[in-house]
């Protein structure tokens, strides 16, 4: 959905790392960060081998318009527990962010970090 954006973080390392917690997710000047979808906790710690991904989604928009303080923003920075941070790339001219916005925590699974 336009409304969803689906992130991939991959382990390039030669070990196996854990995804600990949900990604933090600041979109443009945001003065804060998104809230967790708490029913999305995993029952275990996501780990990944050598070369596997984790994924989270984030729900950007009310898909019903019902959202406020809508902009759009090219700009995503996300903090990861450790303290490092990465900063995405979003397609064309950014993504639609309003007070809907949401993530879930690290899923071992595409599917589950977007149903």
């Known amino acids: 959905p336009l409304n969803h954006l689906l992130l991939t973080v991959t382990n390039t390392g030669s070990g196996r790392c854990d995804l600990l917690g949900y990604p933090v997710a600041r979109f443009g000047e945001a003065q804060s960060v998104p809230p967790v979808v708490e029913e999305t906790h995993p029952q275990t710690v996501v780990t990944l081998g050598p070369g596997e991904s984790g994924y ?19 700009s995503l920075v996300v903090g990861f527990t450790d303290g490092t941070t990465s900063r995405p790339r979003l397609a ?8 809907s916005l949401r993530v879930t925590y690290w899923q071992g699974s595409m599917d589950d970090a977007l149903n």
Do not use: E, F, M, N
């Open 92 to 99: 064309g001219k950014g993504v639609y962010v309003d007070s």
């Open 56 to 74: 989270a989604g984030v729900l950007l928009s009310a898909a019903d318009g019902s959202g406020q303080h809508g902009y759009t923003t090219a």
